[in-house]
């Protein structure tokens, strides 16, 4: 890990084998880590150092908001920390996949809505933080920054601007530095951590770094990656790059 003039600090790690679930890159070996309670309990695919930034709070007596929270990934991660934790998603099915992995696991105190986070105000859901993990917008911090009391909390994970660099476009959702520090400051917030995670994955063959990308090829398909991904494979190109952006603000 290395910091720059700015303050920002940048992991580069090369990995060995990638997995695909749910439409996002989760590097093998890598996507298996100890949750905040430091426990025997694993998540898939969400940061340690975001959890950690989020573990020191104090989870035990807030109400958390999870922004986009897909299946409940990071809210059932959270929830046994939390006193209660509230997951919204524009998505039927998902909200549906979260209730159901929440009742499985035992898990009393998580609440999941349908809701669409860029439209509705979050002062409903009384959080004490808000957090987001891969959905992310200047419409979300908007909001979080019109919920949240002084002194609280926004985390999140972005895309960064490097992310899938080799399809040759960027992601309309990624924020770099720049623009992140500067959409936080207009709503409020001070930013207390900012890291750029990259992760550069390089493949022995065409096969390979085919398959590394199969559960993306429908999207990527329609947003025109596709093509210019394996453009980038058929000249000899064998890189992927995962580039996140790891965020912990505190509402000045
Ligand atoms: C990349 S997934 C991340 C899901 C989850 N946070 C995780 O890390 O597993 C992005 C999620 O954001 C949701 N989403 C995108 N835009 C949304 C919006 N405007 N309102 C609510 N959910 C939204 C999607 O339905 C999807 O579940």
Redesign the pocket.
């Known amino acids: 890990m290395a910091n720059d003039e700015r303050g920002i600090s940048t992991t580069e790690r090369t990995l060995i084998s990638p997995n695909v679930i ?3 890159t989760l590097m093998g070996g890598q996507d298996t880590i100890e949750c905040v309670t430091g426990a025997e309990a694993k998540t898939r695919g ?1 940061s340690p150092t975001f959890l950690g930034l989020l573990g020191a709070e104090p989870l035990a007596g807030l109400t958390v908001l ?6 409940g ?2 809210a059932l991660e959270l929830a046994p920390r939390c006193r209660r934790i509230v997951g ?4 039927p099915s ?1 909200i549906e996949d979260a209730r159901r992995r929440a009742a499985a696991a035992g898990i009393a105190n998580a609440e999941f809505v349908v ?4 439209a509705g105000e979050y002062q409903a859901f009384t959080p004490g933080m808000v957090v ?4 992310m917008s200047d419409a979300i911090v908007e909001r979080a920054g019109r919920a949240l009391a002084p002194g609280r909390v926004f985390g999140f994970v972005a895309f960064e601007a490097e992310q899938w660099r080799e399809t040759g476009r960027r992601s309309r959702f990624a924020y770099d530095e720049s623009r992140a520090r500067a959409v936080l400051d207009t709503n409020g917030f001070a930013v207390e951590h900012l890291e750029v995670d990259r992760e550069s994955q390089r493949y022995d063959s065409l096969e390979a770094a085919l398959a590394a990308v199969v559960g993306l090829e429908e999207k990527w398909r329609s947003d025109g990656r596709w093509f210019r991904y394996i453009k980038y494979l058929e000249e000899g190109g064998r890189m992927l790059t995962r580039s996140h952006l790891i965020v912990k603000a505190r509402r000045r």
């Open positions: 749910d439409g996002m969400i999870d922004v986009g929270t897909g299946w990934r990071l919204i998603d524009r998505e998902l809701a669409d986070a860029e987001a993990h891969l959905c």
